[in-house]
């Protein structure tokens, strides 16, 4: 069973930066996707970013384009997500995400922002921008 643990939110003042890390164990093989998402309180979750471990292909959100950046340490089965320029509507509970590359229906240039395309879910960590 793949288990997933964040790490890294906290309160943050605008324009400040965070870094998130997500531990993962229990992949059966080496090619997945991981995946950030966030909810803010009365919003849908929202796919922010993923990376394939294949390849280390990233994709992003258009509102994480050019702040967040996603990377991996496959040695260390972790992923980052860095964001900078944070502003109050980045707050939210951040949650990693990952599927194997397998169960992809769709291709994930589109898919990765839909919380369906993946089966593992971690259990959130808080990101508070405010001044």
């Known amino acids: 069973q793949v288990q997933l643990v964040e790490s890294g939110g906290g309160l943050v003042e605008p324009g400040g930066s965070l870094r998130l890390s997500c531990v993962a164990s229990?992949?059966?093989?080496?090619?997945?996707?991981m995946g950030w998402f966030r909810q803010a309180p009365g919003k849908e979750r929202e796919g922010v970013s993923c990376?394939?471990?294949?390849?280390?292909?990233?994709y992003y959100s258009d509102s994480a384009k050019g702040r967040f950046t996603i990377s991996r340490d496959s040695a260390q089965n972790t992923v980052y997500l860095e964001m900078n320029s944070l502003k109050p509507e980045d707050t939210g509970m951040y949650y990693c995400?990952?599927?194997?590359?397998?169960?992809?229906?769709?291709?994930?240039?589109?898919?990765?922002?839909?919380?369906?395309?993946?089966?593992?879910w971690g259990q959130g960590t808080q990101v508070t921008v405010s001044s």
């Open positions: 990376i394939m471990s294949s390849d280390g292909k990233t």
């Open positions: 995400a990952a599927t194997y590359i397998f169960t992809l229906r769709s291709p994930l240039a589109t898919s990765f922002q839909h919380a369906d395309t993946y089966a593992y």
């Open positions: 229990g992949f059966t093989n080496n090619y997945y996707i």
